[in-house]
């Protein structure tokens, strides 16, 4: 019952993702292109959710960007306000894709940066480069030392680019010290709820709460309890420390939208 509920959700997953194509990709194209942006085509289409949409292009003529477009208000531009903040820090910028440009043309938001040719992170990946895992952590401490949250640390959100990680998607990113341009959703809206429950995925500690170090603890967890078999006896340890490194900042620097 539960897998014919997810082919059900996916379908009409596939369904709204195609009827908002079709009905949109002119408006869309022609907006962008007065934007510099030619060349545009979806991107991952069958994995559009909550009214987010992914589309690749090419800006003046030579720069291959990826452009994300939105029509939830206030999506996109708190990821731009993210970039800009995380911009300003020296000791992220090697980790940052490139922002092109952010712009609205009503309905849409639309947000420009950089395509990497490159591969998102895997635990194949994870097994294979056992000592850059570090680097995942040391991105996250950079981000919560500023008292900024992701909410959407996984895997999927790395990207390995010239040797290089990166790490992207700053969508639902908030500041948990102090009042920032930084917005949370408006919670009176039942599809922001319902895109905040899966937001994170199995990776935060309970509904409606998220914690970056939470997330990185599960997914080294989730990672050592599959893999350890085929671990040498020097990585099998340095697991362990990523693992409690990571469990020892939990609540550190958590966010939840429940009192």
């Known amino acids: 019952m539960q897998f014919l509920k997810y082919y059900?959700?996916?379908?009409?997953?596939?369904?709204?993702?195609?009827?908002?194509?079709?009905?949109?990709?002119?408006?869309?194209?022609?907006?962008?292109?007065?934007?510099?942006?030619?060349g545009v085509k979806p991107f991952n289409k069958n994995r559009w959710h909550h009214n987010l949409y992914t589309f690749t292009g090419v800006f003046l003529f030579n720069q291959?960007?990826?452009?994300?477009?939105?029509?939830?208000?206030?999506?996109?531009?708190?990821?731009?306000?993210?970039?800009?903040?995380?911009?300003?820090?020296?000791?992220?910028?090697?980790?940052?894709?490139?922002?092109i440009q952010f712009f609205n043309f009503k309905p849409f938001d639309f947000l420009v940066i950089d395509f990497l040719e490159g591969e998102t992170l895997s635990e194949t990946w994870m097994l294979n480069n056992i000592d850059n895992l570090p680097i995942l952590i040391k991105i996250v401490e950079e981000i919560n030392n500023l008292?900024?949250?992701h909410r959407d640390i996984k895997l999927d959100n790395f990207i390995i680019?010239?040797?290089?990680?990166?790490?992207?998607?700053?969508?639902?990113?908030?500041?948990?010290n102090s009042e920032t341009n930084l917005k949370e959703l408006d919670l009176d809206q039942k599809s922001n709820l319902t895109m905040l429950m899966d937001l994170g995925d199995e990776l935060k500690p309970s509904i409606y709460r998220w914690d970056d170090y939470y997330s990185m603890y599960m997914?080294?967890?989730?990672?050592?309890?599959?893999?350890?078999?085929?671990?040498?006896?020097?990585?099998?340890?340095l697991i362990i420390s990523y693992i409690e490194k990571c469990k020892e900042k939990i609540n550190?620097?958590?966010y939840s939208i429940l009192k």
């Open 64 to 99: 291959k960007v990826f452009i994300k477009v939105s029509n939830v208000p206030g999506v996109l531009s708190n990821e731009n306000e993210a970039y800009s903040i995380l911009g300003d820090i020296s000791v992220l910028d090697k980790y940052l894709i490139k922002r």
């Open 161 to 176: 680019h010239n040797n290089q990680i990166k790490i992207f998607d700053f969508t639902f990113m908030l500041q948990t």
């Open 219 to 237: 997914i080294f967890n989730k990672f050592f309890k599959k893999n350890k078999e085929k671990l040498s006896e020097e990585e099998f340890f």
């Open 8 to 38: 059900i959700l996916l379908l009409i997953r596939v369904i709204n993702s195609n009827f908002f194509y079709f009905r949109n990709k002119k408006k869309i194209s022609k907006i962008l292109l007065s934007k510099g942006v030619s």
């Open 252 to 254: 550190s620097n958590s």
């Open 147 to 149: 008292f900024l949250i």
